[in-house]
């Protein structure tokens, strides 16, 4: 996401509008709805990366993600190979599958590579219907 302040008013007021709580390990909903954190463009401002759970589903806030050898990669370096996407009739732009594979790649988290397999298979289909 472009960290512009009308951006981060608008994350804030959707994340509002869908009843938005931050997801937190080792919390059950009560408990993660009670936390007492505003939800406006000063918080996301302040945070690299907020995890929340909407009515919607769950939803992750990044500033940037791990490239290649772990360099930091901004919106305004993704957003070249972004895609858009329609979701309700509200376009959206979703990063390339590549680079998502790096930043998870990058991290080796458990999470990350249990992911793994399922995104390595949509790239390669990709590039055989490429």
Known sequence: MQRTRLNLER?????????????????????????????????LARSELSTWRTDAGDVDILADIPGPGGARRRY??????????????????????????????????????EALPELEELARRRRLAE
């Open 11 to 43: 994350v804030a007021d959707a994340l509002v509008e869908l009843h938005a709580h931050l997801r937190v390990t080792g919390l059950s909903d009560a408990e993660m709805a009670a936390l007492p954190l505003p939800i406006d463009a000063e918080t």
């Open 76 to 113: 305004e370096e993704l957003i070249e190979k972004s895609h858009r996407l329609e979701a309700d009739g509200v376009e959206v732009r979703s990063a390339d599958l590549d680079d998502v594979l790096e930043s998870k790649r990058w991290a080796n988290r458990s999470k990350d590579r």
